[in-house]
């Protein structure tokens, strides 16, 4: 025989809190509309920026700056991820290669999976902790200290002064730094394979040239692209929408940091199903 | 300040473009400039060739597969670009095939005359000639067809095998070691047998030599008299013969009819002959069974035995009368 406390999930019932089914479906309903508000204030900020992209008087003369501040700065910390991550690949290629396939295979392993995945990945999940958390910072700073609500009071519009360089910035200098990454990436697993490795440089070069294709570049660069887009605009909004004080300012930095990386995932998915699945390249 | 970003972003950007494009290029083997010819082949089916595959010739890497495009007649073509430098083998054809166990295609530029001894790559090439300034061309099996056919081939052993199981038990393995032993022993005799006769064989085989020579000799005689039949009938001698031999062709007829003639004759005497006989052997006959005079005389031994002592007589009278003869005669004159 069932009873009511077998099947529905217990809560207390020592207070004689019951988790009716009414209960269940509204939690799933408030986190459901929870999600879509979230995604509803991304559209909307998304598409007010766009719009702000149309007062380029504002925004044109600091874009070079941010490009600096989020691409150029980012460089080093883009191409050191990804110095190593071609070194640790190409042995741990030519680990999983021992026997069974062809040492020159780590050449093809070392492109196809820096151009493709790892640099944009693991760059735009380096610089989702890096800018995003800045840009969530800065604003958030910005807005508790009421310095957004001067601008708006000077006529200023702030998505135009401070949301599109950024995100601007972001969609052109992440493919950069990725594609620096790409290279650097590819040329320390060259060298580890050289050094490293019983591989030739002949060798190396003839597994790389194997199956390389534009379309691996192309889509790699595409995907930081919108890596880019994705982090500065969750920082931007984190950011503008942060509040309490250095808490605020704080929690905004860190939810800014956790939204983008998951963002940036959720992106590397979307592009693998919707781009790389069923292309002939 | 200001210029200062602008200047470093530019640089950043202009290089890592450059960079990525150049290294792209470079791993793709693009032809800037056209320094490279062009080939063309065509195909039925490019398997699982792809654009930047390699191209090669005697197992040299010559160049890379540009495009890959349909054509019209249920044509695929492959466009290849060479170093300027190759060249091509005489009579070319292009196989497409795989150039390792892990879905490498390449393609293989070779003359006709090394194509592999396979009818489906001969028909696909034959099929496939004829296309102007574009090479025929063949795709051969991909490893996971020739695993395909392993694998049926590697069931039909499996099949074969377990029926052996089932057919070959103990009794069988020990009938079979008992056939092998019989089979060592008789190769033992045989190979005795062939010693022993090898000298025989040695022999006949010279006999056989004298005799092919002698057969030669003869073929070269009758190579001589065929020689001299062609001489002599050059020389009318074949008329002259051919005249005689119709002339004996007459004797012949004329004395065939004679011996007809005595061939009858002979008949009647042996008619004759016959009667004769058949009356000397009644007469036979007669003798034996006592009839006649002379039947009697043969037949009777009293007759015998009377004339027998008659003799005896006569001796004794003979006798007497020569030792007297007086006795008995007695001249007188007057």
Known sequence: MTNASTVLPEVSLGARRVLRPSRALSSIGRVTRTGVEGLGALARFTMRTFEAVRDIGTWGPLTTLHMRRLGVDSMPIGMFIALFTGIVLSLLASYSFTGAVPLYFVGTLVEKTITMELAPVLTGLALAGRVGANIAAELGTMRVTEQIDALETLGYDPHAYLVVPRVLSGVVMFPVVVGAAMVVGVASGWIA???????????????????????????????????????????????????GGAEGVGRAATTAVVYSAVAILVLDAFWAVTWLLGSDR | MKRSNDFLVGA????????????????????????????????????????????????VRAGTIEAIELARGGWVHVRMNLDRSMQLPSSPVVLLNESSLFGEWQATITPRSALP?????????????????????????????????AGQIAGDVANVAGRVEVAFDERAA????????????????????????????????????????????????????????????????????VDDMSHA?????????????????????????????????????????????????????????????LLTQLRGLVTEVRANPKKFVSVRIF
């Open chain 1, 193 to 243: 394979s050289i050094g490293l490795l019983n591989l030739s440089s002949a060798d190396f070069v003839k597994g790389v040239r194997l199956f390389f294709s534009g379309f691996d570049v192309r889509y790699g660069l595409v995907k930081s692209g919108s890596f880019g887009l994705m982090v500065t605009l969750i920082g931007s909004i984190r950011g503008l929408k942060a509040s």
């Open chain 2, 12 to 59: 950043i950007v202009l290089a890592v473009i450059l960079t990525l494009t150049g290294a792209t290029l470079w791993v793709k083997q693009t032809d800037i400039g056209e320094r490279r010819s062009k080939v063309v082949a065509r195909f039925r089916d490019v398997g699982n060739a792809r654009v930047g595959n390699a191209v090669v010739i005697r197992g």
């Open chain 2, 117 to 149: 001894h396979d009818e489906t790559v001969q028909a696909q090439i034959g099929e496939s000639t004829g296309g102007g300034d574009v090479l025929p061309g063949a795709t051969l099996p991909d490893i996971a067809r020739l695993t395909a056919v």
């Open chain 2, 174 to 241: 020990r009938e079979l070691r008992g056939s092998i032993r019989n089979f060592a022993e008789l190769s033992t005799t045989l190979s005795h047998t062939v010693r022993t006769h090898a000298g025989d064989l040695d022999t006949l085989s010279r006999g056989l030599q004298s005799a092919v020579r002698s057969l030669n000799q003869t073929a070269a005689s009758a190579a001589q008299i065929a020689s001299r039949v062609d001489s002599s009938s050059s020389a009318g001698e074949i008329h002259q013969i």
């Open chain 2, 249 to 309: 062709a007459a004797e012949l007829r004329r004395t065939s009819a004679q011996v007809r003639a005595m061939s009858e004759q002979l008949s009647a005497t042996q008619g004759r002959l016959d009667t004769f006989l058949t009356n000397g052997d009644s007469v036979l006959v007669k003798l034996n069974s006592g009839q006649g005079s002379l039947g009697l005389l043969l037949n009777d031994p009293s007759l015998y035995r009377n004339g027998d002592s």
